[in-house]
C-alpha cells in the first residue's frame, strides 16, 4: 500500500476533550493529533490519557490519520505514555521536544505491531537544541517533523511577535534539514485564533519556505490549510504549460524564461494536487 501524502493540516486536541475527538469528522484534517503534552495540565495527565485512548478508539476517520502526543521524555508521564499509545488504535505518535535520537528509536519499538508494521512518528523541532542539531536529528527518519515557534521562543528567551522574524532563522533551518533528509516538513501554529488573514499569511510564507503542511489549533484553521497548500488551478496550469515547453530546452512561458530548474518546480506543483 502506498504511504500516504504528507498532512496538509495537522490538527491539535486535547486529550481531556474526548467531546472534541468525536468531532473531529467534521472537520476532514489529514492528520488529528490528540495531545497529552501541552494542553493538559499536569494534574489532569493520567485521567487525559485513559479518556484519549478510549476516545481514539472510538474514531473510524477514513483519510485522517490519528496520533496520539506523548509528554517529552524525561517527565514522569513519559513511561506510562508509551505503554498507552502502543496500546491504543492510533495509527503513530508525536514525540515533541525532539533533541536526541534515541525516544525516537524507543517509541518506534513501542508502537510497532503486526496491526502496525510501519507506524507514523512525527517529531516536534521546538528547542534550541533541537534546532541546532536539526540536520543529525532528521537523520534518524521520522515520518515528519513540524516547528514549534513557541516552544522554541520560549526555550531561546526571546519575545514572540506577529512579524516572525525571532523565528525565521529557525524555521528556515527546520525546513533546509528536512528537505535534506527527505522528511515533510510542517509549519508553525498561528495561535490568533480569529485571524484569517494573518494565518493565510503565514501559510503562505512557510509554503516559500518549503513546508507541506500546517499546524491547526482552531477546526478553523482546517480547511484553510488544505486551501493553501494545495496548489490553485492557475498554478497547476501554469506549471503544466511549463512541462510541456520545457521538452525543448530552454523555452518562454507567459513572458519569461523556463528551463530545467522551472519544470523540477512545475513538477513539484503538481505532486501536490490531491
Same mark, same amino acid.
Given at each position: 500500500?502506498p504511504?500516504?501524502?504528507p498532512?496538509?493540516s495537522l490538527?491539535f486536541v486535547?486529550g481531556?476533550?474526548p467531546?472534541m475527538?468525536?468531532?473531529?469528522?467534521?472537520w476532514?484534517?489529514?492528520?488529528v493529533v490528540v495531545d497529552?503534552?501541552d494542553?493538559v495540565?499536569? +494534574?489532569?495527565?493520567?485521567?487525559?490519557?485513559?479518556?484519549?485512548v478510549?476516545?481514539?478508539a472510538?474514531l473510524?476517520?477514513p483519510g485522517?490519520q490519528?496520533l496520539l502526543?506523548?509528554?517529552?521524555?524525561?517527565?514522569? %508521564? %513519559?513511561?506510562?505514555?508509551?505503554?498507552?499509545? =502502543?496500546a491504543?488504535r492510533?495509527?503513530g505518535a508525536?514525540?515533541?521536544?525532539?533533541?536526541?535520537?534515541?525516544? &525516537?528509536?524507543?517509541?518506534r519499538?513501542?508502537?510497532?505491531?503486526s496491526?502496525?508494521?510501519?507506524p507514523l512518528?512525527?517529531v516536534?523541532?521546538e528547542?534550541v537544541?533541537g534546532v541546532a542539531?536539526?540536520r543529525?536529528?532528521?537523520?534518524?527518519?521520522p515520518g515528519?517533523?513540524?516547528?514549534?515557534a513557541e516552544?522554541f521562543?520560549a526555550? &531561546? *528567551?526571546g519575545v514572540?511577535t506577529?512579524?516572525?522574524?525571532e523565528?525565521?532563522y529557525a524555521?528556515?533551518?527546520?525546513?533546509i534539514?528536512?528537505?535534506?533528509?527527505?522528511v515533510p516538513?510542517?509549519?508553525?501554529?498561528?495561535?490568533a485564533? *480569529?485571524?484569517?488573514?494573518?494565518?493565510r499569511?503565514?501559510a503562505?510564507?512557510g509554503?516559500? &519556505?518549503g513546508?507541506?503542511?500546517?499546524?491547526?489549533?482552531h477546526?478553523?484553521?482546517?480547511?484553510l490549510?488544505?486551501a493553501l497548500? =494545495?496548489?490553485s488551478?492557475?498554478?497547476?496550469?501554469?506549471a503544466?504549460?511549463v512541462l =510541456?515547453?520545457?521538452g525543448?530546452?530552454?523555452a518562454a512561458?507567459?513572458?519569461?524564461?523556463?528551463?530545467?530548474?522551472? +519544470?523540477?518546480?512545475?513538477?513539484?506543483v503538481l505532486?501536490r494536487?490531491r
Amino acid at each position: 500500500m502506498p504511504a500516504a501524502p504528507p498532512p496538509r493540516s495537522l490538527l491539535f486536541v486535547p486529550g481531556h476533550r474526548p467531546d472534541m475527538v468525536a468531532k473531529v469528522g467534521r472537520w476532514r484534517p489529514d492528520a488529528v493529533v490528540v495531545d497529552l503534552e501541552d494542553a493538559v495540565a499536569a +494534574a489532569d495527565k493520567d485521567r487525559a490519557r485513559d479518556a484519549a485512548v478510549e476516545a481514539v478508539a472510538g474514531l473510524d476517520l477514513p483519510g485522517t490519520q490519528v496520533l496520539l502526543r506523548v509528554n517529552p521524555p524525561g517527565t514522569p %508521564w %513519559w513511561p506510562d505514555d508509551l505503554a498507552a499509545v =502502543a496500546a491504543s488504535r492510533a495509527a503513530g505518535a508525536v514525540l515533541p521536544k525532539f533533541d536526541d535520537p534515541g525516544p &525516537l528509536e524507543e517509541l518506534r519499538r513501542w508502537l510497532t505491531t503486526s496491526q502496525r508494521p510501519e507506524p507514523l512518528v512525527i517529531v516536534g523541532i521546538e528547542t534550541v537544541a533541537g534546532v541546532a542539531d536539526s540536520r543529525a536529528l532528521m537523520a534518524a527518519g521520522p515520518g515528519a517533523a513540524y516547528f514549534g515557534a513557541e516552544d522554541f521562543v520560549a526555550d &531561546l *528567551g526571546g519575545v514572540r511577535t506577529p512579524e516572525g522574524l525571532e523565528v525565521l532563522y529557525a524555521r528556515s533551518q527546520v525546513s533546509i534539514a528536512a528537505r535534506l533528509a527527505e522528511v515533510p516538513a510542517i509549519d508553525q501554529a498561528v495561535t490568533a485564533i *480569529g485571524d484569517e488573514a494573518r494565518f493565510r499569511a503565514d501559510a503562505e510564507a512557510g509554503r516559500r &519556505l518549503g513546508y507541506v503542511g500546517k499546524i491547526c489549533i482552531h477546526p478553523s484553521q482546517v480547511a484553510l490549510a488544505h486551501a493553501l497548500y =494545495a496548489p490553485s488551478p492557475e498554478e497547476v496550469a501554469h506549471a503544466e504549460r511549463v512541462l =510541456a515547453a520545457a521538452g525543448a530546452g530552454v523555452a518562454a512561458v507567459d513572458g519569461e524564461m523556463v528551463d530545467e530548474v522551472h +519544470a523540477r518546480m512545475a513538477r513539484q506543483v503538481l505532486a501536490r494536487r490531491r
